[in-house]
């Protein structure tokens, strides 16, 4: 499955967000998403720049990243430190 992410150009995270109210942030802290698959909303540090935006396959499904989120378990949403 696709998710919208972001590209932190600080740490060089990968983030999406995995339901409706999930605000995920980077490792640094300088860039975020929140929406999950309803609505995208990002923001970053402009002292860093905007972040990469791209789609990523994910072999998750949405009950998955939902139930993830939900149960708090911080499983998926973040893919540390990836240099392309």
């Not at 995208?40 to 789609?55: H, I, L, N, S, T």
Request: aromatic share 10%.
């Amino acid at each position: 499955m696709k998710v919208h992410a972001l590209q932190c150009k600080k740490c060089k995270d990968i983030i999406f967000s995995r339901a409706h109210h999930d605000c995920h942030h980077c490792t640094c802290g300088a860039t975020m998403i929140d929406g999950g698959f309803d609505y995208m909303r990002c923001g970053f540090d402009p002292k860093v720049g905007e972040p990469a935006q791209a789609y990523i396959e994910v072999k998750q499904t949405k009950k998955q990243l939902y139930d993830d989120w939900n149960c708090k378990k911080g499983k998926f949403g973040l893919i540390k430190g990836v240099t392309k």
